[in-house]
């Protein structure tokens, strides 16, 4: 089965920049969206920002928007996340998923990649 693959985590100083990158283990169907998650020691794993690639649009969480950018390679199944003046609190590990179809959920799902930031 094909699971995303992360890569681009590690400790940074807060204010600090920091790209993700996620592709798939292997050849697999086009995506119709894709999507990077967060998950912080003791909290529940929560949306970043996503991209979708039939309405040509992307989505952020309030807690990241301008300073986040997601882009994507269609062709690639590939997509990226640019963290820009980054913030302790956003220490966590980041998921990267996709959904194959808009009415099916997001699947895939990769081992994650750890971020820190600190203060």
Do not use: H
């Not at 204010?15 to 912080?40: D, H, I, K």
């Not at 820009?84 to 959920?105: F, G, I, L, Q």
Request: glycine fraction near 12%; charge should be positive; aromatic fraction near 10%.
């Amino acid at each position: 089965q094909v699971r995303m693959v992360e890569s681009g985590g590690g400790l940074v100083q807060a204010g600090a920049s920091l790209r993700l990158s996620c592709a798939p283990s292997g050849r697999t169907v086009s995506s119709y969206a894709m999507a990077w998650f967060r998950q912080a020691p003791g909290k529940d794993r929560e949306f970043v920002a996503g991209v979708t690639y039939g309405a040509g649009n992307t989505r952020y969480s309030d807690s990241v928007k301008g300073r986040f950018t997601i882009s994507g390679d269609i062709a690639k199944n590939t997509i990226y996340l640019q963290m820009n003046s980054m913030k302790p609190e956003d220490t966590a590990v980041y998921y990267c998923t996709r959904k194959v179809a808009a009415n099916t959920a997001f699947g895939s799902w990769g081992q994650g990649t750890q971020v820190t930031v600190s203060a």
